[in-house]
């Protein structure tokens, strides 16, 4: 899963579809403007997250079968019309790029809202809130049918920084750092998003944990962990570098954790652990033991995507 190349691909538009009027069927014309807002003339243009909508016709022929019909494109409402491929096994910020226009997923499925939508009425039901799939505009330009389109997965970048002063010097090997790798693996591989994952070990030094975090948001990487160097020892300095240089700290993802596990282990409330927003990276600082990074994890993945999401500027409850 985490080979980028082996999710491009590329498929084609059949049809391309406007209407004048949210929850109406679509009309198909022979060509869509792609602007800044959305497609040209169509009632769903507009300045929020779901400009753009795309539903395949496996879908539709899907439904034709158990409706006893055969569903026209646009009548679920959707702007392109595509075959190919599965659309709803893409993920928010994976992008379709067509000559010149550039789209990106921002949600999946959409809540239905049943007799109140001429669709469903007219239809009997819709496949619009399981497998259509919403994007916003990103460069904007014309579609035809018959247009290719190229499907561009999100690559994200991940870094863990280990800090401890023996294994930097090579007397016991880091476990800590491949555990947390580990488990972002099988949960970015669970949620079908691509990962790409580096490492390294520094001693518990805080010029170089600060020149690593820069280096790491310079690059705009997406997720930055640490572990090591949390407690209330002489060298445990990383939440004090890691605050300095954070834009806004995210307190409750800790605060929840050390609650959870001080209650049962008192020793637990000693760790200094944060987390927050470092210009377009989310950081976490953990401790430095292999059961502790497990337990943080596990309490962290609930909140990365919708994070993740926020960041970018994409309402996952609309």
Not at 27 to 35: A, G, Q, S
Not at 76 to 94: C, H, K, Q, R, W
Not at 246 to 270: F, H, T, V
Not at 296 to 311: A, N, V
Request: glycine content about 10%; aromatic content about 6%; some cysteine.
């Amino acid at each position: 899963m985490n080979d980028p190349e082996s999710r491009e691909q590329t498929f084609r538009v059949l049809s391309v579809n406007i209407s004048l009027q949210k929850g109406t069927v679509k009309r198909p014309v022979e060509k869509i403007c792609i602007t800044p807002s959305g497609v040209e003339g169509d009632a769903h243009a507009g300045d929020w997250h779901r400009q753009v909508s795309l539903l395949g016709a496996e879908s539709i022929r899907k439904f034709s079968c158990l409706a006893g019909r055969e569903i026209g494109y646009g009548e679920f409402a959707e702007n392109i019309t595509t075959e190919g491929m599965v659309l709803y096994e893409t993920s928010p910020l994976d992008r379709f790029r067509s000559g010149e226009v550039l789209l990106e997923v921002t949600q999946i499925g959409k809540k239905c809202h049943g007799d109140s939508c001429a669709i469903f009425r007219e239809v009997g039901a819709c496949v619009m809130p399981k497998e259509g799939i919403f994007c916003r505009v990103i460069r904007p330009g014309m579609i035809r049918p018959g247009d290719p389109i190229e499907f561009i997965p999100r690559v994200y970048r991940i870094h863990i920084i280990t800090l401890s002063d023996r294994a930097s010097r090579g007397e016991y090997e880091d476990r800590s750092g491949p555990r947390i790798e580990e488990l972002l693996r099988t949960f970015f591989d669970h949620h079908r998003m691509m990962a790409l994952f580096t490492r390294e070990v520094i001693p518990d030094d805080a010029s170089l944990l600060r020149e690593s975090l820069n280096t790491q948001k310079q690059a705009c990487t997406d997720l930055i962990f640490t572990t090591g160097g949390t407690g209330i020892g002489p060298r445990d300095i990383t939440p004090d570098v890691a605050r300095d240089m954070i834009d806004r700290e995210i307190p409750g993802i800790m605060e929840l954790i050390r609650y959870k596990y001080g209650s049962e282990k008192p020793n637990a409330l000693l760790s200094r652990s944060i987390a927050g927003v470092m210009g377009s990276s989310l950081v976490y600082c953990l401790p430095g033991s292999v059961r502790a990074v497990t337990e943080y994890i596990g309490e962290i993945q609930r909140t990365i995507r919708h994070s993740i999401m926020m960041l970018h500027g994409i309402d996952m409850h609309g």
